[in-house]
């Protein structure tokens, strides 16, 4: 039986209050030529879902590292896969760079144990739960076909700049794309930012695109100048967060981030022995 967070969580990603409810509307357009998504930090699927009902005869890997919550993917993904012509697969592992995986093929996971999703570091302004465990180590470039056309979707916690480092052979090819979300926090194990994410993706010739408030969709791009007018429209919102990290108090931030989480339960208000009506496709 799902405990209750998950029933909370399964509501956030699949109900009508769906965080990235408007990405979902426009990504039929965005996967458009797409032969392989790989869905970084899945969860209970939600991205993998709307990608399997879009794709045709694709490769679909979604990589959890909560045990838990790798849990219910997987039995999210058997159903989905049993209807679809694409093949979903789901790793149970978190994904960095080499770096990490050169001190060993295992790496500490934080989960929470509530519906803060965990990381590789935990965020103090987020919860006080945070108790490691350890998990298989993968790098997107273990999944580098060279013929594909790959589509990866990164929600890891402040850890992205690692996921990006770890595919250095997809932005070689300059087949891949990347639908990132880039946490406020940062990077707490390595003491990188927001504005470090933005310098990689100049470097490695990708542009960058706000989607959402914290999503971001970087795509290789020849032109030089096209490349750095997008990462100059993406300093201020990003140059806020990492301000906001730096200066405002510790304690005003574990306030306002808890009780942003605490309003977003209160929506959900669930009863006890009951859950969110219709929220798991």
């Not at 769906?18 to 509307?25: C, H, I, L, P, Y």
């Not at 707490?188 to 100049?202: E, I, M, S, Y």
């Not at 108090?249 to 942003?260: A, F, G, M, S, V």
Request: hydrophobic share 35%; glycine share 8%.
């Amino acid at each position: 039986m799902r405990s209750n967070y998950q029933e909370y969580l399964a509501w956030t990603y699949f109900g009508e209050q769906a965080f990235d409810r408007d990405e979902f509307v426009r990504l039929k357009e965005t996967l458009q030529g797409t032969t392989r998504f790989i869905d970084v930090g899945a969860s209970h699927g939600v991205y993998t879902y709307h990608a399997n009902e879009i794709l045709r005869n694709a490769e679909i890997i979604a990589i959890e590292a909560d045990p838990e919550r790798f849990q219910i993917l997987q039995e999210n993904a058997k159903r989905w896969a049993a209807d679809s012509s694409n093949t979903i697969r789901c790793i149970n592992a978190a994904a960095s760079d080499e770096q990490d995986r050169g001190t060993a093929p295992q790496i500490e996971f934080y989960t929470t144990g509530t519906q803060i999703s965990g990381g590789l570091f935990s965020v103090a302004e987020r919860s006080d739960r945070y108790a490691p465990t350890r998990v298989p180590l993968v790098c997107l470039d273990d999944f580098f076909e060279p013929s594909s056309r790959t589509f990866v979707k990164i929600d890891v916690e402040g850890a992205e700049l690692r996921v990006l480092k770890g595919a250095v052979r997809h932005l070689s090819a300059g087949n891949a794309r990347f639908f990132t979300e880039i946490s406020w926090w940062g990077d707490r194990g390595r003491g990188t930012n927001a504005l470090d994410v933005l310098k990689f993706c100049l470097a490695h010739g990708l542009r960058v695109d706000r989607r959402l408030k914290s999503d971001y969709l970087m795509a290789p791009e020849p032109n030089a100048t096209v490349r750095l007018m997008s990462v100059l429209r993406c300093l201020r919102p990003l140059g806020i967060r990492v301000a906001y990290d730096t200066i405002v108090p510790l304690r005003l931030r574990t306030w306002r981030e808890r009780r942003q989480n605490r309003r977003r339960w209160g929506l959900w208000a669930p009863r006890e022995g009951t859950g969110p009506k219709g929220a798991t496709p």
